[in-house]
């Protein structure tokens, strides 16, 4: 599975951007996918992931209330909306996929996409 990640930029605190996730080679529909995001010189960390049926979600407490994830099957696609942003906001995102896991580690995810970048001024 490869993994495409776009829709980073450079925003202003309280906007908003929509990440973009395009996923070829695989079957969709059939995995788990997460988001995380790495800012200079700390870990990756988990942001927001959800199963291959949709339905449920999960969210790092920082950005619970302001992100949402969400898929599209049809369109092979996993989206994070992003509203409310922070300069603590800014980092490297990531998209990953999974076959049968969706928590909170990085670990746990096999398949990753390249990043995008995301800055939020003060």
């Known amino acids: 599975v490869q993994l495409q990640a776009s829709g980073g930029g450079l925003v202003q605190a309280g906007g908003s951007l929509r990440l973009s996730c395009a996923a070829s080679?695989?079957?969709?529909?059939?995995?788990?996918m997460g988001w995380f995001r790495q800012a200079p010189g700390k870990e990756r960390e988990f942001v927001a992931a959800?199963?291959?049926?949709?339905?449920?979600?999960n969210y790092a407490d920082s950005v619970k209330g302001r992100f949402t994830i969400s898929r599209d099957n049809a369109k092979n696609t996993v989206y994070l909306q992003m509203n409310s942003l922070k300069p603590e906001d800014t980092a490297v995102y990531y998209c990953?996929?999974?076959?049968?896991?969706?928590?909170?580690?990085?670990?746990?995810?096999?398949?990753w996409g390249q990043g995008t970048q995301v800055t939020v001024s003060s």
């Open positions: 990953a996929a999974d076959p049968t896991r969706w928590g909170n580690s990085r670990y746990e995810y096999l398949y």
């Open positions: 080679g695989g079957t969709f529909s059939s995995y788990a």
């Open positions: 959800m199963p291959w049926s949709g339905g449920r979600t």
